[in-house]
T-cell receptor, first 112, second 114 residues
């Protein structure tokens, strides 16, 4: 079936370094992608989104890259800070009445 | 900043009992959702709600579950005859539009069935 998944379950980075979190999706009809951050005991928090007609979008310290050819999505976090420690989920949605589908999550640990 | 609020934050119930989880979506949003997250697993879609009716639901959302918007602000998830495997975090979310906009999530209700 269609699925959204993540390459790595955990990622440890030094404070100040850049982080890259990857996500693979298999639904070629996916049209809209979101990265969420989830801190312990809290709900998913929107970070950044991208539509399928784009291949890159930048926010504050974050960049999302979309490669539709290989169905790959990545989240880059610049100058990673301790407050960035959390689980990061990619989520996708296709056209029409398709629900938001979440990937399994990557835990980012920032080492001070 | 507007936010989705959920109550209670933690609910403990005995197996077989009914629970109602409550949510107040962001006021100008039109689409409402329930998701659940079993400990350590990914967030799973349960149901979406628009214009006072269910717009879609997942396989998880069987006859044990129901949703309601009893007034202009609340959105509830009722789980009848709870089972041990219903223990999870339940998240409510809302969005302005159905397509191409993010869903804003509440802090969740941790349901523990004993």
């Amino acid at each position: 079936g269609e699925s959204v998944g993540l390459h790595l379950p955990t990622l440890s980075v030094q404070e100040g370094d850049n982080s890259i979190i990857n996500c693979a999706y298999s639904n070629s009809a996916s049209d809209y992608f979101i990265w969420y951050k989830q801190e312990s005991g809290k709900g998913p928090q929107f970070i950044i989104d991208i539509r399928s007609n784009m291949d890159k979008r930048q926010g504050q310290r974050v960049t999302v890259l979309l490669n539709k050819t290989v169905k790959h999505l990545s989240l880059q976090i610049a100058a990673t800070q301790p407050g960035d420690s959390a689980v990061y989920f990619c989520a996708e949605r296709g056209w029409g009445n398709t629900p938001l589908v979440f990937g399994k999550g990557t835990r980012l640990s920032v080492i001070a | 900043e507007p936010e989705v609020t959920q109550t209670p934050s933690h609910q403990v119930t005995q197996m077989g009992q009914e629970v109602i989880l409550r949510c107040v979506p962001i006021s100008n949003h039109l689409y409402f959702y329930w998701y659940r997250q079993i400990l350590g697993q990914k967030v799973e879609f349960l149901v979406s709600f628009y214009n006072n009716e269910i717009s879609e639901k997942s396989e998880i959302f069987d006859d044990q579950f129901s949703v309601e918007r009893p007034d202009g602000s609340n959105f509830t998830l009722k789980i009848r005859s709870t089972k041990l495997e219903d223990s999870a975090m339940y998240f409510c979310a809302s969005s302005e539009e159905r397509l191409n906009t993010e869903a804003f999530f509440g802090q969740g209700t941790r349901l523990t069935v004993v």
